[in-house]
Structure formats: C-alpha cells, structure tokens
C-alpha cells in the first residue's frame, strides 16, 4: 500500500460538508441513510450534461455515441469493482430496493413454486422483505427467518435448521443496518449452494464501505444503491450471475430491451439490456461510475479501517454514557453505532441532536419487525462515512451527554 | 443551549411524558381509538366515556412514543374531562392553531396546553402532538364501538 491517506484533505473533497447548520458547524452523522457526494461526481455528471448528453444505444450521431460509451463504460467499472466475470452481469437499476423487487418478479415468477421455502433473516431492511412477502403471496411459497441472537448476530450454529432442501433462495444483508453486524456471506453462499438454494446479497450497507468481490463471496444475485457509496439517488445495480440473468424473462417492456417488435410479439435483447427497458438513469450512471473510481482510488480496505476505528470511539464513548445502551457486537463490524437512551426517545435525542447541528437518525430504520423482536421503540443511530473525523465523534459524544442531562 | 429547544421541552412537558396523567384504559362503556404515527412508531390507545348531550365524562390513554406524542396526550386527557362537546370540539381546533401557525394570544381554554406551543417551530414534530388528538376527534366522530386512526392514510 502507499503512504497513509490524509483524511482531512478527502473531507475537502466533499462542499457540503462545509457549512452551518442550525448556527453549529455541521456533523453529517446518516450517512447509512444516505452518503454525502464529492465534486469529483458532482463534476462528472455536470460534465456529462454540459457536453455528453444525448440518448443510449440509438442515435448515430456524436453524441448518443459519447452518451452511450459513457454508460457503458460506468457498467465496466462497476463490474470491475464488485469482480464480476463481465460488464454483461451488472444491470443498471434505481437501486437496492427495485434490484430485489426485478429478482423477486422474474426470477421468482419463473423458479418459486407453491411450498418452497424463501429463506431470509430476522434481520432484513423492509426493502428486503416486502418483495419476498408479495412473491409468497402470488406463488404460494413460505417464508422462512434465521433468527439474531442477543449479541446482533445471526444463530448461525444452527443455520441447518433453516437452511433445509425446501429453501429455494436464501437473501440475507451483508451488513445490518441497524445492528451494524456483519454476515460472514462467504460462509452463508457456500452453506446455501450446498442445498442447492440461490442466493442474494443486500451490498446496500457494504458495497461503499469494504471490499465487496462477488466471485470470492460467490453469490448469484447482489444488490446495491448508488447514493449510499457516493454516487447520485435514483442509480443502483443488481449484479447477477450471468447463467441466471439469461434464464430469467425480462421484466419491464419497452424500448431499449428488445431486438424486434412487431404488433403481435417481441424478442428481447440478452442481459442485461432485457431489464433496462426505457431510457436510464445514464447521468446517475455516470456518477456512479466516477464513485466507484473515486472509493477505489481511497481502497475500500483502508475506508473500512477508517470507519471502524471511529465506530470504535463512538461505541467506548456511548458505553461511558449513563443510562445508553448498545446495540450490535463488538469488533470487527459496521460504521454504525445504533444506540437506545433510557431518558430520551430517539425522536426526542434527534431533535435535540439536529439542533446542535449533529444530523442523526431515530426510529425503526426500516426494520420493523427487528425493533418489535428487541421490544424497542426504536434506536437512534450514528453513521460514518471516511470523510467524517475524530473530532465530530468527540463532538457527538458531548451533545449525547448534554442530553443525558436535559432529558434527566 | 438553544431557547428552541427549552420551550419545546419545558419541564411539565417532560414531567407528564415520564409520568403520563388519566394513564390506562376505561372498560366499559367508552371509544376505544387506536392512533399511530407509522412513520415514527408513536402509539396511542384512547378510551373515551361521553355522557349525555356529548360531554367527556371520562377519558383515558395508553401509549408509547416520544415525549411530544405522550405528553400532550397526558395534558389533553386533564383538559378534556368533563368538557361539552361544543368545548372539546373548540379545544381541538385552538390546539391545532396552536402548534401550526403563530397564535399570539392563545385561548385560555387550553390551559397547560399552551406549553406545547413551541412545536410549531419544530413542523415534523407536529403529528406527534396531534396524536392524541387525532385520536379523540376519531372518537367524537363515532361516539361509540372501537376504530384507528393513523396520521398516515394506509
Ligand atoms: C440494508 C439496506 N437494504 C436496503 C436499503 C434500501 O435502499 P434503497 O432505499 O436505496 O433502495 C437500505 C437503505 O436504506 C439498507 O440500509
């Protein structure tokens, strides 16, 4: 590896960070929810709409031709940065959430069948769940969930329990977003493959955050959201395994994803063309690929050590907190501290928080029965991204404390 | 330390939050109204017991939920009991105004709820004081039997 990165110059990087909120200087602790974006996107996608724009993979003319390469060439990167066999297994979708519901809807349409078993964890954002509940409800399959022991982790000695020869497909999170936990996904994939269950990973929380290659976890599906790793909302990507993306039919029709129309039928284009009927999202393409570039040239192995050396900070200081308690395990886990205030109710720490200028989020987290399982009304949480600072962890830690005492 | 902040959580308001007043259930004989904030997981059980010509002659809450929603859930069951309902009906609109828009002089009427006043300069805070509130304008509505009411529409 090269020299130690400089930290403060990378949070330069990013001009929102730089400003006032509320009077107090700004510390953006969602970044679980939503990542902040530097100019090098922000400069990409004016680039592509002050010079490149035009539509994908139709025009003859310069640019459509500038605008097609530049999509496509935002495929081949991401295909190289999550290690997939070629550019034709990554397609292009909003994000994490409608790449599940397109496996759900074709892959599930084709392949799940009445008394099949769908095999999830107790610890799923709804994004990962309410797809799988519709297809259940269409096709007659079960559910099924490996349950979170106390610690935040998943009852994995016991993962034969559920992971029997009925599971058809097995999805899980590579990192939990409320917990922080981190599944052992390589281990889940080759205990899945070993029943013959497919498998998909929700890379929401990871893909940004540390080195995600889907050929050494050996996954089928991945899934990830653009806007949580650097990239603009409304780009995500469903990496597929090219063997099951050409066995599943497409999912919306239109332009863009077929070879030949005629009034009575259509054929359709290989993966992944079949699933990006339409127009596509091709500037919030191209600012994912300026993402990955940028996370690449920063090593996600270095962005996760980052991370985790401040998740490490906040949870010593949040343990030192009167009446705070922790959730999730300890070592090695996710940059995120989800944490419960005996005094204060996570809306009320919130509010408290965003008027010191500390943007926290409190609720369900879009984990709904998680919450329900631990019998909490909610959590609040801190999440960091590499651009956040030690000092904004000691900061964080000092409004927590005054608010021990205001809520007292 | 932000003055926004100490009126919006002015010490009665945290008072009936941790020991929430008229907190419980009435069997008999009283609407039953579910309320919920989905988006924030709020809670309210309201039970109210109208007497004749429509006056609260007993009103109850069951809930979980921030400080906001339960507090001023406590504080209207203290107001509401044994008003008419022409009041009671006065009382929910004076309360909306209040945490809404900039009432100057807000009526007398409401008594400890004008504490709650300093939600209006926190909007998404709102719907958690209104949930109690939403709550009993369901129950006179219906003057008998159970329901729910969400502050988001299903
Ligand atoms: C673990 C996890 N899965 C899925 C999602 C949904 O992502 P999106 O809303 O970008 O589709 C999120 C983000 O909120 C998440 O944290």
Redesign the pocket.
Known sequence: MSNPTDWAAVRADFPILDQQVRGQPLIYFDN???SQKPRAVIAAIAHYYERDNANVHRGLHELSSRATDAYERARAKVAAYLGAASAEEVVFT???????NLVAQTWGAKFVRVGDVILLTEM?????LVPWQMLAERTGARLRFVPVLDDGTLALERLGDWLTPEVKLFAF?????SLGTINPVAELCRAARAVGAVTLI?A??SAGHLPVNVREIGCDFL?L?G??MCAP?GI?VLYGRAELLEAMPPWHGGGEMIVSVSYERSTYKKAPHKFEAGTPNIAGAVGLGAAVDYLERLGRAAIFAHDLELTQQALAGLDALPGVRVLGPRGERGGLAGFVMAAAHPHDLTTFADRHGLALRGGH??NQPLMKKLRLPGTTRASFYFYNTRAEVDRMLEILAEAVRFFA | MSTELEELYQSVILDHSKRPRNFGEIADGAVHVHGDNPSCGDEIDLSVKFGADGVVEDVKFKGVGCAISQASASLMTMKLKGRSEADAREMLRAFHDLVTTEVADPPRLLGDLRLLAGVRKFPQRVKCAMLGWRAFEQALEQKSGDASVSTEEA
């Open positions: 679980a929810a939503s909003r994000g994490t959430t409608e790449g599940i799923e954002h709804h994004s990962n999170t590579h990192i939990s977003n929700d929401a929380q899934v959201s806007h949580k909302t995500g987290h879009c």
